[in-house]
Nanobody, 110 residues
Framework: QVHLVESGGGSVQPGGSLRLSCASS???????TAWYRQAPGKEREFLAR???????DYSDSVQGRFSVSRNRAGNTLYLQMNNLKPDDTAVYYC?????WGQGTQVTVSS
């Protein structure tokens, strides 16, 4: 298992952008990596992942607005979020294999 620390959350107006980071204590290359979110009163929702090939895969709810990537060193996972909407308000979590970060709050409001 690895230790994960998310950062980059905050408050933004609708249409704005944020980039979340997930710093890992170990390499994330060739591991199952993904981003999820959980809004109040709702179940945790899958958003995006990097396939073993390195190709990204997205849920329909964020396709075209969010982008998942990792750094060249292979120890940080990113989630670039553009054109944010109030419905994107949630706690965002990264996952590497069976390890989860503590979450970072994203609030989209005017």
């Amino acid at each position: 298992q690895v230790h994960l620390v998310e950062s980059g959350g905050g408050s933004v107006q609708p249409g704005g952008s944020l980039r979340l980071s997930c710093a890992s204590s170990g390499s994330i290359i060739s591991k199952a990596t993904a981003w999820y979110r959980q809004a109040p009163g709702k179940e945790r929702e899958f958003l995006a992942r990097l396939l073993p090939s390195g190709a990204p895969d997205y849920s329909d709810s964020v396709q075209g607005r969010f982008s998942v990537s990792r750094n060249r060193a292979g120890n940080t996972l990113y989630l670039q979020m553009n054109n944010l909407k109030p419905d994107d308000t949630a706690v965002y979590y990264c996952r590497v294999d069976n390890s989860w970060g503590q979450g970072t709050q994203v609030t989209v409001s005017s």
